[in-house]
Structures are given as structure tokens and as C-alpha cells.
């Protein structure tokens, strides 16, 4: 079975400090891991994925996550945050590629202040 | 190009009632998934369809159900609704490539309240 713990339902920033949002999974089969962010009202938008090969990898709006399998986590980071990066934010584990049948954490809110 | 879309937007029904939720996915994607999100948590896989059927399945009782068009567009149906059935149900499209990589793209959502 596959599970993700978020840790932190709310983290909050001031405008151009290090973002880290955590995530840890537990996984039978060597997971594939994605995180998607959330605007209000809005559907998930894919920030990155880990399928295979390089464990850190980049993704969109300057965010990147690393896969350490000792830790079992994909932390997700942003060296400067900006106002528009406020929004809720899910790790999610999948037993395929395409990320299809996700298993996401419930989330975590981040707020940027100026 | 359209992306995932979803109809309606918002909808409101009783306790006991039936509801569709409709999905269109992204062109070229055969692959539909729904996800329920209840409010302050993650969305919950309900079930994928693929080739007009059902191929993977969450944890959810068989009062939800769907389907799949031929242009591999996608329904969800729940029945006898309950209270704690309120929340934004996702719809999410792919293409089924087998071993190869593709992304998952999700709609805007269909938010359902139940009364």
C-alpha cells in the first residue's frame, strides 16, 4: 500500500525567503512521485514529478524536489518566494508513470507575506 | 487546445438524490480518471476508465459509478447522495501509452452540495 504524509498543514514565508514544503511516502514498490499545486477555485496544476533517474529534479515557477530513498521524502523547495506562489500545495505517490490513480497527502497552504 | 474540462461548475442537490458530473478530457487523451476532494483534504482516487471501461478502482461504494464514451469523454453518476458526498469532484485526462511517459492533466472541477 502507498501512503503521503505532508508535513505542515499551513507554512508561512515572507516574500524572497527559501521555500520547504515536506513531504514523506511509504511505498511496497519504487514509487513515482508528483507534486501539484492549487489556486483557489481552481483544478491542480502539475509543479513536478519524479519518475526515474535524476533524484533532483526541476520543475515549474522555479521549484524543484529531491527523491531521497534513505529518507523515503521528495521535499519540495523554492530559494525566493514570491506573493503569486501562495496556494495549497499536494505531494502525491503513484505506482505508474503517468501518475494516473495519485495518492495525495492532504495538502499544505502556503502564505507569502511582503 | 482545450484542455480538461468539466460541466457543470457547481451544482446543488438533496439527500437521496442522483447526480452526473460530465468530463471532456484533454485532446488526445484516452484515459479519464475522478478524484474527490473533500474541503481541506487531498482528492481521493474513485475509479479510472479506460477503453470504455473500468479499470482501476479506490476505495468508494458502488453508489458511484461511470462511464465512457467512444470520444472518450466520461461521466460520473452517485446515487443516493449523502451529506458527506459535498466536495469538488476532479476529473483528470491522459493518454495510456503503456510503458511510456505522460502527464496527467486535471479540470477546474465540478463543486457538488448536498443539502
Known amino acids: 500500500a502507498q501512503s503521503v504524509t505532508q508535513l505542515g498543514s499551513h507554512v508561512s514565508v515572507s516574500e524572497g525567503a527559501l521555500v520547504l514544503l515536506r513531504c514523506n511516502y511509504s511505498?511496497?514498490?519504487?514509487?513515482?512521485l508528483f507534486w501539484y499545486v492549487q489556486y483557489p477555485n481552481q483544478g491542480l496544476q502539475l509543479l513536478l514529478k519524479?519518475?526515474?533517474?535524476?533524484?533532483l529534479v526541476k520543475g515549474i515557477n522555479g521549484f524543484e524536489a529531491e527523491f531521497k530513498k534513505s529518507e523515503t521524502s521528495f521535499h519540495l523547495t523554492k530559494p525566493s518566494a514570491h506573493m503569486s506562489d501562495a496556494a495549497e500545495y499536494f505531494c502525491?505517490?503513484?505506482?505508474?508513470?503517468?501518475?494516473?490513480?495519485?495518492?495525495f497527502g492532504k495538502g499544505t497552504t502556503l502564505s507569502v507575506s511582503s | 487546445d482545450a484542455g480538461v474540462t468539466q460541466s457543470p461548475t457547481h451544482l446543488i442537490k438533496t439527500r437521496g438524490q442522483q447526480v452526473t458530473l460530465r468530463c471532456s478530457p484533454k485532446?488526445?487523451?484516452?484515459?479519464v480518471s475522478w478524484y474527490q476532494q473533500a474541503l481541506g483534504q487531498g482528492p481521493q482516487f474513485i475509479f479510472q476508465?479506460?477503453?470504455?471501461?473500468?479499470?482501476q478502482r479506490g476505495n468508494f461504494p458502488d453508489r458511484f459509478s461511470g462511464h465512457q464514451y467512444p470520444n472518450y469523454s466520461s461521466e460520473l453518476n452517485v446515487n443516493a447522495l449523502l451529506l458527506g458526498d459535498s466536495a469538488l469532484y476532479l476529473c483528470?485526462?491522459?493518454?495510456?501509452?503503456?510503458?511510456?511517459?505522460?502527464?496527467?492533466?486535471f479540470g477546474p472541477g465540478t463543486r457538488l452540495t448536498v443539502l
Open positions: 483528470a485526462s491522459s493518454l495510456m501509452t503503456g510503458s511510456s511517459t505522460d502527464t496527467q492533466y
Open positions: 519524479y519518475t526515474t533517474g535524476a533524484t
Open positions: 502525491a505517490v503513484s505506482t505508474n508513470q503517468a501518475g494516473t490513480a495519485l495518492i
Open positions: 511505498s511496497s514498490v519504487p514509487p513515482y
Open positions: 485532446s488526445g487523451h484516452d484515459t
Open positions: 476508465y479506460y477503453e470504455e471501461e473500468e479499470r
